[in-house]
């Protein structure tokens, strides 16, 4: 059994900061992608930032330069680091992370609400 907890997000005013962390806790062995998706009301989500196995990340054109995303394998952990924060920027935020243990396969968080207002 393998689980992902969220914690960070809440409500921010625009141009300020938050971050968000996922830890996966369970039967893991390793952990290859890592990342961060969003559900703005109303749309499909889409994903925000993600780190490769070896460290390497990416970032969608709308937050890139704003959010840093970064991994700590020790601790089986993902971060993200948003700053300047836009209205737009609001949105539930789930982290996800492709774990193998016998098989592999992909994991979801539970969602945390980040608001921000303007």
């Known amino acids: 059994q393998v689980q992902l907890v969220e914690s960070g997000g809440g409500l921010v005013e625009a141009g300020g900061s938050l971050s968000l962390s996922c830890a996966a806790s369970g039967n893991i062995g390793t952990i290859g992608f890592m990342g961060w998706f969003r559900h703005p009301q109303g749309t499909q989500r889409e994903l925000v930032a993600g780190?490769?196995?070896?460290?390497?990340?990416n970032y969608s054109d709308s937050v890139k330069g704003r959010f840093t995303i970064t991994r700590d394998d020790a601790k089986n952990t993902v971060t993200l680091r948003m700053d300047s924060l836009k209205p737009e920027d609001t949105a539930l935020y789930y982290c996800?992370?492709?774990?193998?243990?016998?098989?592999?396969?992909?994991?979801w968080g539970q969602g945390t609400q980040v608001t921000v207002s303007s």
């Open positions: 780190i490769s196995n070896r460290g390497v990340p």
């Open positions: 996800h992370m492709y774990i193998t243990h016998l098989i592999g396969r992909g994991y």
